[in-house]
């Protein structure tokens, strides 16, 4: 099967989070199984290419080819989407322009895909393009869409007065196509205009049909659901892998007294004290959907009780919150706010549980990564979370909230380390989670089976 996989950041050519570490391991796992994939994504600045060509160029990662889009104005910046001040003005003519020049190389190479598989709001408009510029284009005549959302609360939304600039008529400015309360919502065309519509979790395909959680797009997903589906998203167990990560400080694979050496020069190179605190990790965006507000309030609590390190970047708001709480904290709290993929690595290495109080999650990456690592998870269970983590008092695998609150983080953070003095029923859990597989052949053989339901 020939499949076009288009996405605004794969790793490791560029990333801002999550999106780029299942754009970038996800393909791979595809054309392990055979098809003839190409990846397409923006030519961002920096990215060094092995063959040039009008208008792209392209790059072989690990038997793949990458089709890199090439516009200087609109890719040549420093951010992908940001810069200080805010989101780019200009992003919907950036990420129209990609959309539509996908479809004109895979012409231009003479790749015919059977799938075009998007992912989130930046590549959405690709199957808007499909049904309406190319309808009649008998390149594309078996050619099949997929949307994979992968956080529903980024939908591409631009003032209708830019409505121009996507290339189409205005006919399909209204509420059953692009308009959304009278703005542009890119994310929602890609979801009426796509043949097969996927979220990264089960839990999650259930839950963006709630208003609780559909994010005002609710309605059109709830039509949508004979062609919805959650796939879990895996890991990249060659990155994700204690036994042969060179990012932390000393290998393992099983063994719990290797990992606590990682433990003990992670407090040592961060100004922890060094000891036998239960020590509680977080590597996040710091956002209220990753329950960073829950977390600030009961923050106070858990330093009484045990040793906090955070690494992440987010809302201004927390930054401050959390620079007064490392103050007045020395040796118990370590905050990062920075973006570090090597002391993330340390980190997943060291702690003891790590902390996912997510208000929603639609699939989550850390809590797979955790088990590999040996830290025990503490989730609220939506989404993703719910789909990957079961209660370790009941024999399974992390520490679930029972409410949603800064009381009910305390109280699984009680519960956490009177399980933690259990040092034989820690290590029963720990050596269990180490045995569980989130490798992407899995989610890959899933999105196999989609798409050639689409055939």
Known sequence: MKIAFCSSEVYPFAKTGG????????????????????????????????????????????????????????????????????????????????????????????????????????????????????????????????????????????????????????????????????????????????????????????????????????????????????????????????SKDVHIYKKYSTSLKTKHENKKQLQKETGLFCGEDILFGMVSRLTQQKGVDILVEALDFILSEAQVIILGVGDVSYHKLLREKEKKNKGKFSLHLDFDEKLAHKIYAACDVFLLPSRFEPCGLSQMISFKYGAIPLVNPTGGLADTVSDVFRGGSGFILSEYSACGLIETVKQAKKMFKDKKSWNLTVERNFRKDFSWRQSAEKYQSLYQKLQ
């Not at 754009?23 to 003839?36: E, F, R, T, V």
């Not at 190409?38 to 290419?49: A, C």
């Not at 190389?105 to 808007?128: G, R, Y």
């Not at 390149?139 to 997929?146: A, D, L, R």
């Open 19 to 242: 999106l780029a570490d299942v754009c970038g391991a996800l393909p791979l796992s595809l054309a392990s199984l055979g098809h003839n994939l190409k990846i397409f994504m923006p030519w961002y600045k920096g990215i060094k290419v092995d063959k040039h060509y009008d208008g792209f160029g392209m790059i072989l990662h690990q038997g793949v080819e990458v089709v890199l889009i090439k516009n200087d104005y609109f890719f040549e910046r420093d951010n992908l989407y940001t810069a200080p001040e805010g989101d780019y003005p200009d992003n919907l003519e950036r990420f129209s322009f990609f959309c539509r020049k996908i479809l004109e190389v895979c012409k231009e190479l003479n790749f015919s895909p059977d799938i075009i598989h998007n992912n989130d709001w930046q590549t959405a408009l690709a199957a808007v393009y499909l049904k309406v510029l190319y309808k009649e284009d008998d390149f594309f005549q078996n050619s099949k869409t997929v949307l994979t959302i992968h956080n529903l609360s980024f939908q591409g939304i631009f003032a209708k007065e830019h409505f121009e600039h996507l290339g189409i008529c205005w006919d399909y400015f209204n509420m059953h196509y692009l308009e959304f309360y009278q703005k542009i919502n890119l994310l929602k065309g890609g979801i009426i205009f796509s043949d097969a519509v996927a979220t990264v979790s089960p839990t999650y395909a259930r839950q963006v049909q709630e208003p609780e959680f559909g994010c005002g797009l609710e309605g059109v997903l709830k039509e949508k659901k004979n062609q919805l589906t959650g796939i879990l998203n895996g890991i990249d167990t060659d990155v994700w892998d204690p």
